[in-house]
């Protein structure tokens, strides 16, 4: 049944299988293959948990099968990278570069389209061209710090390690959010 547990990601292998307790040398090919070992009702000799500890080999014992089995498909879940979806915040177009002594330079910004929020993603676009693609670092409304901004307010942002934009430059704010696979 173990064997069956997989997807198009992750694929389970029983590198060994036998009867009685987990030994020194169960571990041993554990630590080896890089491997969780795993019992069904038998546990770990004195020798092996030491050794398990010693090497940082997962082991797992079970006395319900079921319960194997689900354990065994939440770590092959577990294993899967988190898959990423863009999701498109709103738009803002620069007006205005603001020029302040300790701050640096300061885009004075247009929302034109639905919100730009604080450490969102952000790529700016020069007409056609992509100039810039990082993240908001401060977003404000005249001298206070917001969270988010909505169509038709007026702010200033500035850009993590940039400051190259110009007036007329259109930002897309965008945020990376994680979908269940």
Known sequence: ??????????????ILSGVGAITKADIDLGAASESIVVGF??????????EAEKRG?????????????EDIEAAV???????????HLGEAEVRMRLQFS????????YITEGKVTRNAKVRVYRGRDLVHEGEIQTLKHFKEDVREMTMG???GMTFNDWEGF?????????EMVQVNA
Not at 1 to 14: D, F, P
Not at 41 to 50: C, L, V, Y
Not at 166 to 174: F, R, T, V
């Open 1 to 14: 049944m173990l064997e069956k547990v997989r997807n198009s990601e992750v694929e389970t292998k029983i």
């Open 41 to 50: 009702n038998s546990k770990p000799d004195g020798e092996a948990k030491k």
């Open 57 to 69: 080999v997962e082991i797992r014992t079970y006395t319900i099968i079921y319960e194997l089995i």
């Open 77 to 87: 879940k577990g294993m899967l990278a988190p898959k990423f979806e863009e999701h």
């Open 102 to 109: 300790k701050k640096g330079i300061i885009a004075g910004c």
């Open 153 to 155: 307010q007026e702010c």
């Open 166 to 174: 110009e007036e007329g430059d259109k930002i897309e704010a965008y």
